[in-house]
């Protein structure tokens, strides 16, 4: 069962072989919300990225905190939003990524493998959670480890949590964060049970700083880098929010993981160019909107998000270029049984 891993993600120096070229756009506050105009260098992208989030954050109001970035032709990171991003926000479950990517550490060095079994008793499933689990209510069973990451960062699950506690604790994953340069972005364990921890905080700055040293596979290895960055890219990961207005085309060019919970609406992931390459990387946190019992695609924060998401896309569609590192695309195949 252990689910097959493709190469599509873009490691190592990929992000710093983007070659962006064109001419300058300029795009101004006025021509934010036509995104399609935009054309040029990784600074013009950068500053209509800031426009369109500016635009959309301030229709809707509440607060927000965010960090943007979008890669340069020589490698560097040309920071397109910096929205007090070093403000200590709860997570939710946007940090299920640095769990799982803990977990995955720990198959790296061979501790743990990908396909052995975790037990699943009536006990450990959390019975108003978001997932399968709690739907499944055929208990005890066994599942592997790669079936709880698949469910813990497609579907956001939150017994998958536990059962990766079970096999990773929480003082483990926040030593392997801290290990990585991470020292807000921590789990929160149980004092009781060490196995059992909540999902913590993080700032928007570290959040994409993860997701950096992800695709640039400095968190994990290159084969855990992949089956992150596969999974997080699915059809069946998160759509109401970056990816909502995209075609299923699309939606294959953005690894991404939200977070909801209170008035907290967050998403965090990177957008690939047609190429393959990760160019944009972002980690956008917003919520006050007085829509506290809102989880859906209408919560105002999670609908502007969306209208970032195709303003983003379409500025990215005009870079144009190539890169020296390419990697295909996934494309959907949807099936009728048999």
């Not at 959309?56 to 397109?80: C, F, P, Q």
């Not at 939003?81 to 550490?105: F, H, M, R, T, Y």
């Not at 069973?141 to 497609?154: D, F, I, P, Q, R």
Request: glycine share 10%; with cysteine; proline share 4%.
């Amino acid at each position: 069962m252990t689910p097959k891993v493709k190469r599509r993600a873009m490691l190592g120096a990929g992000v710093g072989a983007v070659a962006l070229a064109g001419a300058g756009f300029g795009v101004s506050q006025a021509l934010a919300d036509d995104a399609t105009k935009a054309a040029g260098t990784p600074e013009d992208a950068a500053k209509a990225i800031k426009d369109s989030f500016d635009k959309e954050s301030k229709a809707v109001g509440g607060w927000w905190t965010g960090y943007i970035s979008v890669a340069g032709t020589d490698g560097k990171l040309v920071t397109a939003v910096d929205q007090d991003s070093g403000k200590q926000i709860e997570a939710w479950s946007c940090n299920k990524v640095p769990v799982a990517a803990a977990v995955l550490a720990k198959v790296d060095r061979g501790e743990l493998t990908i396909d052995q079994t975790v037990d699943v008793t009536k006990d450990i499933v959390i019975p108003d959670g978001d997932g399968m689990f709690e739907l499944d209510n055929a208990y005890p069973s066994k599942v592997t480890l790669g079936h709880v990451l698949a469910n813990l960062l497609t579907v956001s699950d939150d017994t998958a949590v536990r059962l990766c506690g079970s096999v990773c604790s929480g003082t483990e994953i926040n030593e392997f964060l801290k290990d990585k340069g991470f020292t807000v972005t921590q789990v929160e364990p149980l004092p009781d049970n060490p196995n059992r921890f909540y999902l913590g905080p993080t700032t928007a700055k570290e959040s994409h700083d993860l997701w950096q040293m992800l695709v640039t596979g400095k968190l994990v290895s290159a084969e855990s880098t992949e089956r992150i960055l596969n999974i997080t890219r699915a059809q069946i990961a998160f759509t109401d929010g970056i990816r909502r207005n995209y075609s299923s085309a699309e939606r294959s060019r953005v690894a991404t993981k939200a977070g909801w919970l209170k008035d907290s609406r967050n998403e965090v992931g990177i957008m690939y160019d047609a190429n393959g390459a990760p160019v944009v990387t972002y980690s956008i946190f917003g919520g006050g909107q007085g829509q506290d019992d809102n989880f859906g695609a209408t919560h105002p924060a999670v609908e502007a998000r969306a209208k970032m998401g195709r303003q983003f896309l379409d500025i990215l569609g005009k870079l144009g270029g190539t890169t020296k590192l390419q990697a295909p695309l996934p494309k959907y195949h949807p099936h009728n049984g048999g």
